[in-house]
Structure formats: structure tokens, C-alpha cells
């Protein structure tokens, strides 16, 4: 090799994740995770090639041995710290304009999140501010918190429309998404939802029908155009929003168009949305604080990735989803952190610490469960997730000792974030 992009060496630790490929990791497999320590002097250097893959994990001797008359664009000393796979969040709401600060209160004194939601606040209340905002005040708002994303560790994220709930608005969101692909060095996911709420003045059949007849037509036509790429269909399956057989109509219209499935389910009340994932073979189903038994079964069965939210629960005092059952169980579990008006989380470190104390996962199953489990989710586990050979270059070096320090020091992650690398680049550095 005669040039790389990046060499970092002297490294403490890499928690590597995996070691062999795996595209998921399940049960006892999340509690123990792949990882180099230094050994004596010798420290842990990990190799990005010129075309952004991981090329070597080793320690220093060896590292340095191959590639000691390599040139490289950066060198990292990486001396004294720890170095994990870039984070990825599977499940955010991030392009809405105004905010909802005032339900925040109203939570606060005991208002229920459909409570809000049926008084004409909650989605509706972002739908109407964001249909009024323009494309260009839409992307600045939110190439600003996919920046604070990036700060704290994210590398790849998915991201949802369905603050429109009509065509023209559900298209301008998933323009604003598609600019940000192409802009920011952050790697995205998107998510048509334009099942996200049934709009002031329809039925949930006519959103349904609206979904199917009006929006995803012109999406089809926007891809087909190359205006636009959109990778998931979503629904937010609920009580009083869209019941199991719209859902499963969306769904299935959303897979005709080439879209995998990616939805909401079970979160305030039992729907069997997890029986019906499983049934549809869904890439992944988020929330499940109400899941089944038979849920929990037939997504062990599935594969479907559970995309459970730490931020939802801890803010709407929610039951918390069954994360150890269905850990224990051999559903593939991820995390999210729900990103939206309501749950205004923009941090993976938090979410991990959240999803610890408060659904009861070790610190290795969180980190499993914001890597490759999360790129599994978004259907990415083969490129992302993990620090092997042949890997795209996301990394997140941190200035402690062990990586665990990323969720014992709660809400520390601007303080212990030295490196965010995307693709061998460095995309943020705090020094
Ligand atoms: N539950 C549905 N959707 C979001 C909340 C969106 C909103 O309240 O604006 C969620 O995942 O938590
Ligand atoms: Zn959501």
C-alpha cells in the first residue's frame, strides 16, 4: 500500500464489536464484545484506507511493521484512549420546524402523550409549522442537528418524513433529507412515514388511501427521476392512528415501491404490530413497550430488529419495552434515539445510558445494540456496525481509558468525544 487515509495508533483499547462478520448480534452474543486492549507498550492502531474501509486492526508492532512506509493523510495519536465504531442511530424524527417546549409542561403535570395528541397538539401541532416552513428553513434546522449528531458520535442515523402528511410537504421533507445526503458527511437512512398521523380533517381510511394513491406515486416518480433515494416505509401502527389493516396495507404498497419495512408498533397499547412485522417480514419494528409474548417470539423468528427508544419511555413515563425478555429471547434489539419534538434526544451516548439504567441492558448489549444491531436495521450490517476489515471507516475516539466511559459519565459524551471519523475522514475533533 503506498498511501492510506488515516492511521490511528497507540490506542488504549478498539472495541471492535464483532470479529467475524456477524450481521447481527443476538442474546448471549451482545454481552461480551470483540475488542484489542494494549499490551504492555504496544498499543492498538487501526488502518482506514484511501478508499475509506478499514484495512488492519492490530497492535502498534504490527500495524507498524506493514505499513511503516505507508504515507498517510492523518496520523491520530491515539495515545491513553479508546476507539468504537462510529454510532448509529435507528430511529429519529429530525425535520420539523417549531418546537413543543409548552407540552413538555403539559407532560410535566400529567398530561398523556395522546392527551396532547387528541387537544390538537403532539404531530399535528409540528405538521402545521412544518408545512408553512421552506425547504431552505427546513434544511437549516436540520443540517444543524444532524451536526450535533455527529458531536456526539453518530455516524450513520435514519431518518423520517411525516410531518407533512399530504404530498407536496411529505416530498419537500424527503428532498431536504436527500440534500442532506448529498451534503453532510453524515450517512443517512431515510424513511418515507407519511402514515405518521391521520390529518386534521380525514378518516384514517382516506389518509390511508392517500398514502397509497397520491404520496407513494409521486415518490416513485421523484426516484425514478433520481430526485430522490428512499430507502424505508413506515406507520406509526397505533390505537386511534392507523390500526393493523391500514398498516398492513401501507406497508405492503410501501414494499411494491421498493421500500423496506421500518415501522412503528406497539408503543401505547398491545396492536400484535410485532406479530404483524414478523408476518411481513419487517426489516425492523420500533417502540414495542406493548409487545407480546408472541411477538417477542415471532420476531426471534423473523429477525426483525427491535428499534427500542429510551428517550420515549423516560419522557412519557411509559412502561419500559421488555428489553431483557426479548434479549433473552434472541430478538436482534437496537437502539434509537427517537429524535423528535417530543423526545428532544439528539445523543446516542445518552440513549445507551438511558437504555442501561432504565430497560436493564449490560453496557455491552447498548453498544451492540448502536452498532451493529442498529445497522442492521437500516439493512447496513454488512458495510457498518462493527471495526473489521473490509468496513466502511466510521470511529468515534474517545479520551479515556475504556470505552465505557462513553456511558458511565452520563451526558459527558462533549467532554470524552475527541474524534468523530466518517470514512477514514475526521469529521469532528475536539482538539
Ligand atoms: N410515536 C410516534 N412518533 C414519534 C413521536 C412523534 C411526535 O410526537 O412528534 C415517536 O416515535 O416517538
Ligand atoms: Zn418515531
Known sequence: MSGGKLLVRGARQAVLVCRAGERALRGEDMKTLASLEQDGDNGVSLVVGSNGLIEAVGHDAD??????????????????????????????????????????????????????????????????????ASEDELYTLFRDRLLRMVRAGT???????????????????????????RELPIEISSTFCGAHSVPRGSTMEQATDDVINVQLPRLRDLVKSGDLEVDNIDVFCEKGVFDVESTRRILQAGVDAGLAINFHGDELHPMNSAEL???LKARAISHLEEISDAGIKAMADSGSVAVILPTTAYILRLTPPPARKMIDSGVVVALGSDFNPNAFCLSMPMTMHLACVNFRMSM??????????????????????????????????????????LIYQLAGHDHLIKYVVKKGEVIHSAT
Open 364 to 405: 455491552n448489549e447498548a453498544l451492540a445494540a448502536a452498532t451493529i444491531n442498529a445497522a442492521a436495521s437500516v439493512g447496513r450490517a454488512e458495510t457498518h456496525g462493527s471495526l473489521e476489515v473490509g468496513k466502511v471507516g466510521d470511529l468515534v475516539i474517545i479520551d479515556a481509558p475504556r470505552w465505557e466511559h
Open 63 to 132: 500495524i507498524q511493521e506493514k505499513y511503516g512506509s505507508t504515507k498517510f493523510d492523518r496520523v491520530i495519536d491515539a495515545a491513553g484512549m479508546s476507539v468504537l465504531p462510529g454510532l448509529i442511530d435507528g430511529h429519529t424524527h429530525p425535520v420539523w420546524a417549531g418546537d413543543r417546549v409548552h407540552e413538555f409542561a403539559m407532560k410535566l403535570a400529567g398530561a398523556t402523550y395522546m392527551e396532547v395528541h387528541k387537544a390538537g397538539g403532539g404531530i399535528n401541532f409540528t405538521v402545521e409549522h412544518t408545512r408553512s
Open 155 to 181: 455516524t450513520l442515523v435514519e431518518c423520517k418524513s411525516g410531518y407533512g402528511l399530504e404530498v407536496d410537504t411529505e416530498m419537500k421533507m424527503l428532498k431536504v433529507i436527500q440534500r442532506a445526503k
Open 277 to 279: 412485522g414478523a408476518e
